[in-house]
T-cell receptor, first 116, second 113 residues
């Protein structure tokens, strides 16, 4: 158990639908990152939150949005789903807003989204 | 634009031999490099890191080498064990506020008994 909790583990939904993925960071971590891993692709950075505020955006589609709540858990909302959105979605957390030498991100076990 | 490249998708080695996993990067602002290991149905786990002020970092059977001039790093696993069979991701980042990790596509390592 890495300390980062993601729910649900699996999600199957139809095209056009909307889903919410949830992430609870490791205790004490203030930053939350969302990554997408599609077939044959590496981990693509989507978005970062630090202590409730958006800090960095990557290749996140306009149909996707995220937020971090006062208790530091984060949700990734995916709407108007398409077949190509099928992927593993990982949440990671870290203590600080940026990387410190010797530190890294702690990842959750991911949510596997299948759009049919 | 792929800033971190792991050009070999897979590697197979015999148990007890050395595994060498390679990674190249293009962004000169990267000065912190990490390797993550991922088993099926689990998230990536941090393995070893190196900063740009070093050219080598060792942790048990794992050693990471950094060649800044070539923008190349490698992970050596000696001796390789069947339990090392996993996907290995190379990641890089600038340091500082709002820095984020950029990952390669990963290499699937298979260690044959």
């Amino acid at each position: 158990d890495s300390g980062v909790t993601q729910t649900p583990k699996h999600l199957i939904t139809a095209t056009g639908q909307r889903v919410t993925l949830r992430c609870s960071p490791r205790s004490g971590d203030l930053s939350v990152y969302w990554y997408q891993q599609s077939l044959d692709q590496g981990l693509q950075f989507l978005i970062q939150y630090y202590n409730g505020e958006e800090r960095a955006k990557g290749n996140i589609l306009e149909r996707f949005s995220a937020q971090q709540f006062p208790d530091l858990h984060s949700e990734l909302n995916l709407s108007s789903l398409e077949l190509g959105d099928s992927a593993l979605y990982f949440c990671a957390s870290s203590v600080d807003v940026g990387l410190l030498f010797g530190d890294g991100y702690t990842f959750g076990s991911g949510t596997r989204l299948t759009v049919v | 634009d792929q800033q971190v490249k792991q050009n070999s998708p897979s590697l197979s080695v015999q148990e007890g031999r050395i595994s060498i996993l390679n990674c190249d990067y293009t962004n000169s602002m990267f000065d912190y490099f990490l390797w993550y290991k991922k088993y099926p149905a689990e998230g990536p786990t941090f393995l070893i890191s190196i900063s740009s002020i070093k050219d080598k970092n060792e942790d048990g059977r794992f050693t990471v080498f950094l060649n800044k001039s070539a923008k190349h790093l490698s992970l050596h696993i000696v001796p390789s064990q069947p339990g090392d069979s996993a996907v290995y991701f190379c990641a890089a980042s600038p340091t500082g506020a709002n820095s984020k990790l950029t990952f390669g596509k990963g290499i699937t390592l298979s260690v044959r008994p």
